[in-house]
């Protein structure tokens, strides 16, 4: 049976962050993955905001957690950042929950930039009660993904297993012992660990319930992240505030842009801790404790593009080209608590010692950096 410091399930950012920050510091780390390559879910598929904090002018503490990592996570992913464009937050006129007095004063506390100014010709001023240019970037996901897979690549004391998920766990002196099915091969093997880490985000509860650990309260969406093109000139972003509106922000360095809506990304909602939806009817593989890639799913829904297009159409005028190019769906995990203010805090718990377990839920991608304070140097026994 083959020994590792570190057992690592879910190949996500936190996942692949995680492996590579324990492995520069010498421990041996098995990383397994479910589908047949990293990357494919909800670090792949999202608006790609480096938040700064402006979209959470209900929940100051995840405003300042955005603001916390951010200056870290650019730094370390320069050359995948979009800072070379125009970014602006419009109040819409009708059903804000936050206006424009609140939103500057918000903007001011949390000392982000944030100049109210004209709108422009191409925006319908009707709908607008104040446009500001902000600062905030886009991040690359689709390269930072090949950046994390040519690290993992390159560390001696990383194994990545893809197409493999865990079977079955239990504890033995100090130790996980985990059997691990490998599809691909087709067969089962056992390792042991004296560390597991959770990093599975939609999956989170089938993992906790594996482990004979408690669930913890989730709920989850099918999200539609639709992508354009505008032929003729540039877009600058635009994201219209608060409450249950829409985006259109740069997909990092690429030609596309994201168009998503608070109403139309999402296609299904599920209550329940572990995300069960229609369509798994349909996809029996796909199951709540261990759900599957939803682009590779002939069951998943068809675009709501024309839905967020016209969303989109009372804020932009005609003038503004966008052609549709694809869509990518992914399930999108929420800590049932953020009902209320819509905050998106990142959880790192430990939850056993000798052996160790911890459970990471993500908020967002550029709070990677908080497992550091969970697995401090002395808790990170090689
Ligand atoms: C639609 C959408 C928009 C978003 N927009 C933004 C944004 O603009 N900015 C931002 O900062 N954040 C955003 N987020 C949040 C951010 O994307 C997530 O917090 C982050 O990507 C989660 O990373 P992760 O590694 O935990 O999860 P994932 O990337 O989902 O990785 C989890 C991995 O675990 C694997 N897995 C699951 N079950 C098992 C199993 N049983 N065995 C092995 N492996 C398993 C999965 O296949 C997956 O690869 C958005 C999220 C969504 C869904």
């Known amino acids: ?132 240019e902000t600062q905030e970037f886009s991040f690359d996901p689709i390269r930072i993904g090949g950046f994390y897979k040519r690290k993992l690549e390159e560390l001696p004391n990383v194994t990545v297993l893809t197409n493999c998920q865990p079977k079955q766990a239990f504890r033995e002196s100090g130790n996980f012992i985990v059997e691990l099915e490998i599809a691909e091969k087709q067969h089962f093997t056992k390792i042991k660990s004296a560390n597991v880490i959770n990093a599975t985000y939609s999956a989170t509860n089938g993992i906790l319930d594996l482990f004979a650990f408690r669930q913890i309260e989730l709920t989850h969406e099918i999200a539609e992240m639709t992508f354009v093109k505008s032929p003729k000139k540039q877009l600058p972003a635009l994201t219209v505030m608060d409450g249950s509106f829409c985006s259109l922000m740069p997909y990092g360095l690429s030609e596309f842009y994201s168009l998503s809506s608070v109403a139309y990304t999402p296609h299904e909602v599920s209550k329940t801790n572990q995300p069960k939806f229609n369509c798994q009817q349909i996809n029996t593989k796909c199951r709540p404790e261990a759900p599957s890639d939803c682009n590779q799913c002939a069951a998943r829904p068809m675009t709501n593009f024309s839905k967020m297009e016209k969303q989109i159409r009372r804020y932009l005028d005609e003038s503004v080209e966008l052609e549709y190019a694809h869509s990518k769906f992914t399930i999108k995990s929420k800590l049932k608590s953020s009902h209320i203010d819509d905050s998106r805090p990142t959880e790192v718990l430990q939850l056993s010692k000798n052996p160790s377990f911890y459970c990471i839920f993500a908020g967002k991608i550029n709070s990677i950096y908080h497992i550091e304070q969970i697995l401090s140097p002395k808790s990170i026994m090689i």
């Not at 001011?108 to 104040?130: F, G, Q, S, T, W």
């Open 1 to 132: 049976m083959e020994t590792f410091d570190y057992l690592i399930v879910g190949g996500g950012i936190f996942g692949c962050y995680a492996a590579t920050w324990l492995a520069e510091q010498g421990a041996r780390i098995l990383l397994i993955e479910k589908e047949n390559d990293l990357f494919l879910k909800a670090s792949t598929v999202n608006q790609a905001r480096i938040h700064s904090g402006y979209h959470y002018p209900r929940s100051i503490a995840t405003a300042r957690l955005s603001e916390e990592y951010k200056a870290r996570f650019i730094k370390d992913h320069r050359s995948f950042i979009n800072d070379s464009f125009q970014h602006f937050y419009a109040i819409d006129k009708f059903g804000s929950m936050t206006d424009a007095a609140q939103f500057e004063r918000f903007c001011k506390h949390l000392e982000v930039p944030c100049r109210a100014i004209e709108v422009p010709r191409y925006m319908k001023k009707e709908r607008i009660e104040r446009l500001y």
